[in-house]
Protein backbone atom coordinates (compact mmCIF):
# COMPACT_ATOMS: atom_id res chain seq x y z
CA UNK A 1 0.00 0.00 0.00
CA UNK A 2 1.56 3.48 -1.04
CA UNK A 3 2.18 5.62 1.98
CA UNK A 4 1.25 9.49 0.90
CA UNK A 5 3.78 11.80 1.63
CA UNK A 6 2.11 15.50 0.28
CA UNK A 7 0.46 16.44 -2.73
CA UNK A 8 1.42 18.95 -5.43
CA UNK A 9 -1.38 21.74 -5.21
CA UNK A 10 -2.47 21.03 -8.66
CA UNK A 11 -4.36 17.71 -7.50
CA UNK A 12 -2.71 15.73 -10.23
CA UNK A 13 0.60 14.28 -8.47
CA UNK A 14 1.10 12.99 -5.26
CA UNK A 15 4.59 11.53 -3.28
CA UNK A 16 4.93 8.53 -1.62
CA UNK A 17 7.68 6.51 -0.28
CA UNK A 18 6.63 2.94 -1.25
CA UNK A 19 4.95 1.97 -4.96
CA UNK A 20 2.22 -0.04 -4.89
CA UNK A 21 1.04 -2.90 -7.38
CA UNK A 22 -0.92 -2.39 -10.02
CA UNK A 23 -4.25 -3.83 -8.79
CA UNK A 24 -4.99 -5.41 -12.43
CA UNK A 25 -1.58 -6.95 -12.96
CA UNK A 26 1.63 -7.45 -10.99
CA UNK A 27 3.37 -3.75 -12.31
CA UNK A 28 4.64 -0.87 -10.43
CA UNK A 29 1.50 1.19 -10.09
CA UNK A 30 2.02 5.01 -11.28
CA UNK A 31 -1.40 6.08 -10.74
CA UNK A 32 -3.75 5.78 -8.10
CA UNK A 33 -7.48 6.70 -9.69
CA UNK A 34 -11.21 5.88 -9.73
CA UNK A 35 -12.34 3.40 -12.21
CA UNK A 36 -14.82 3.09 -14.87
CA UNK A 37 -16.69 0.09 -12.27
CA UNK A 38 -18.93 3.30 -10.50
CA UNK A 39 -16.31 4.96 -8.60
CA UNK A 40 -14.21 2.95 -7.21
CA UNK A 41 -10.10 3.49 -6.92
CA UNK A 42 -7.44 1.83 -7.60
CA UNK A 43 -3.45 1.52 -7.74
CA UNK A 44 -3.04 0.98 -11.57
CA UNK A 45 0.15 0.66 -13.98
CA UNK A 46 0.13 2.94 -17.01
CA UNK A 47 -1.66 0.59 -18.97
CA UNK A 48 -4.67 -0.17 -17.16
CA UNK A 49 -5.22 3.66 -15.80
CA UNK A 50 -5.44 4.26 -19.72
CA UNK A 51 -8.15 1.87 -20.08
CA UNK A 52 -10.21 2.86 -16.92
CA UNK A 53 -10.01 6.67 -18.44
CA UNK A 54 -6.83 7.92 -17.93
CA UNK A 55 -7.50 10.88 -16.20
CA UNK A 56 -5.80 12.91 -13.11
CA UNK A 57 -7.55 15.42 -11.06
CA UNK A 58 -8.97 16.56 -7.64
CA UNK A 59 -11.93 13.65 -6.67
CA UNK A 60 -10.16 11.42 -10.06
CA UNK A 61 -6.57 10.64 -9.65
CA UNK A 62 -2.99 11.30 -9.19
CA UNK A 63 0.12 10.31 -10.41
CA UNK A 64 2.10 8.66 -7.59
CA UNK A 65 5.53 10.02 -7.47
CA UNK A 66 7.97 7.85 -5.54
CA UNK A 67 10.37 9.56 -3.18
CA UNK A 68 12.99 8.74 -0.68
CA UNK A 69 13.29 8.36 3.12
CA UNK A 70 15.52 10.72 4.53
Known sequence: MAKS????PS??????FDISK????DKDA????STAFGGS????????WMMQNG????GIGQ???KINRE
Open 5 to 8: FGSK
Open 11 to 16: GTETEV
Open 22 to 25: CQFC
Open 30 to 33: EYDA
Open 41 to 48: WAYMCKGH
Open 55 to 58: RVGF
Open 63 to 65: KLI
